[in-house]
């Protein structure tokens, strides 16, 4: 079957643009999880969204990153007025049920890089 | 918090050796740790996912290992291949939370 989508695969950016990260996880997965990997910082958890609960923000850096989950499905991480220090692999990860802490299956990523 | 090590950063090893990474983590109250694999440019791939109850997880030529009481896992990969070359990431899930904590990774090179 399909796995986790991200789209896009590459952006390259301006600093102080607003850039929009898509996450589509494996159907029927309830819980999803964005990361970020950057050189200097290995791979950090931003933030999970669990079915209709509220999602866990804990690990978002600033208040310009933002995130959503439409219909308990496809996620949109947004980054506001980038900087150069956002420019990170973007990984977005899905599991079947949270309360199982079953394996998180990875996507692809999206390489952004802020000039 | 959490913190996870893993030691070597890097490996260098000839084709066909049995070869061992580690992963420590500093707070032993964790539900699972999990072994992943990273190629260039491309996302994580599950290996092995071991419970907090288990000791050890097997599939083919890998074979993890959990002492959660001095907090550490080992990932133990027999007769290594070139195609084994990756980057290998530990990453544990703690009580206080539901993500994943990541070690920095070992970059591990199988010359043919």
């Keep these: ?115 | 918090k959490q913190e996870v090590t893993q030691i070597p950063a890097a490996l260098s090893v000839p084709e066909g050796e049995n070869l061992v990474l580690n992963c420590s983590f500093t707070d032993s109250a964790i539900y699972n740790l999990q072994w992943f694999r990273q190629d260039p440019g491309k996302g994580l791939t599950s290996l092995l996912l071991i419970q907090s109850s288990q000791r050890e997880q097997t599939s083919g030529r890998l074979n993890a290992s959990l002492d959660k009481s001095s907090g550490r896992s080992t990932l133990y990969i027999a007769a290594s291949q070139p195609s084994d070359s990756a980057t290998y990431l530990c990453a544990v899930r703690v009580n206080a939370g539901n993500m994943l904590t990541f070690g920095g990774g070992t970059r591990l090179m199988v010359k043919p």
């Design chain 1, 1 to 115: 079957g399909a796995g986790v989508s991200q789209s896009p695969s590459n952006k390259v950016t301006e600093k102080g643009k607003d850039v929009e990260l898509r996450c589509d996880p494996i159907s029927g997965h309830t819980a999803l999880y964005w990361y970020r990997q950057s050189l200097g910082q290995g791979l950090e958890f931003l933030i999970y969204f669990q079915g209709n609960s509220a999602p866990d923000k804990s690990g978002l850096p600033s208040d310009r990153f933002s995130a959503e989950r439409t219909g308990g499905s496809v996620s949109t991480l947004t980054i506001q007025r980038t900087q150069q220090e956002d420019s990170a692999v973007y990984l977005c990860a899905s599991s079947l049920d949270l309360r199982a802490m079953d394996t998180q299956y990875f996507g692809p990523g999206t390489r952004l890089t802020v000039l």
